[in-house]
């Protein structure tokens, strides 16, 4: 079975331009979160879907925005971006919402900011 | 703020010793508790997660927690080269939002 995919795998980008990330989630998972990784730091959550609706949303700005659809992949799109946005950005998938905790991630996409 | 805190810089560890990990977390009434591994240039990958206070073994590793300390801890037995690897301790505090900690290098020397 296939995992959680996510696309682009890489791409650079300059200050000030859009960006539009994609996953699909393992087949039978209902839940998306997405998560940005700094290089030496952990996974900062960003946010969550499930059955579509957004559950939860991290400390970023307005300029992140996602959405889920009713083939529950989604989309991350970052507005306006900064140099500080370079990291990678990691899409995880799980069953629903029991609150397990337990994730699935893709092999992120790495934004590189110039 | 919910904080994960892993505070030891990098582990050096010979082949089949034991590698000690530990986590603390800041709130109290977090519930589950997940160790993930992270190879380089690679995704996190769930190897533990633990729930009650106590141990929990899965073949080398094994996972402690103490919720009246805030502690969380892992020990990977029997160390192995393919163990080499950033050790993130998480925390869920709701809806599968976990709370990573900045993670511990592991090294494995044969």
């Known amino acids: 079975d296939a995992g959680v995919t996510q696309s682009p795998t890489h791409l650079i980008k300059t200050r000030g331009q859009q960006v539009t990330l994609r996953c699909s989630p393992i087949?039978?998972?209902?839940?998306v979160s997405w998560y940005q990784q700094v290089l030496g730091q952990g996974p900062q959550f960003i946010f969550q879907y499930y059955e579509k609706e957004e559950r939860g949303r991290g400390n970023f700005p307005d300029r992140f925005s996602a959405r889920q659809f009713p083939n529950y992949s989604s989309e991350l799109n970052v507005n306006a971006l900064l140099l500080g946005d370079s990291a990678l950005y990691l899409c995880?998938?799980?069953?629903?919402?029991?609150?397990?905790?337990?994730?699935?991630f893709g092999e992120g996409s790495r934004l590189t900011v110039l | 703020q919910k904080e994960v805190e892993q505070n030891s810089g990098p582990l050096s560890v010979p082949e089949g010793a034991i590698a000690s990990l530990n986590c603390t977390y800041s709130d109290r009434g977090s519930q589950s508790f997940f160790w993930y591994r992270q190879y380089s240039g690679k995704s996190p990958e769930l190897i533990m997660s633990i729930y009650s206070n106590g141990d929990k073994e899965d073949g080398r590793f094994t996972a402690q927690l103490n919720k009246a300390s805030q502690y969380v801890s892992l020990l990977i037995r029997d160390s192995q080269p393919s163990d080499s690897a950033t050790y993130l301790c998480a925390v869920n505090y709701g809806n599968n939002r976990l709370a990573f900690g900045k993670g511990n290098q592991v090294v494995v020397i044969p």
């Open positions: 995880a998938s799980s069953f629903g919402g029991a609150n397990t905790g337990e994730l699935f």
């Open positions: 087949s039978g998972h209902k839940s």
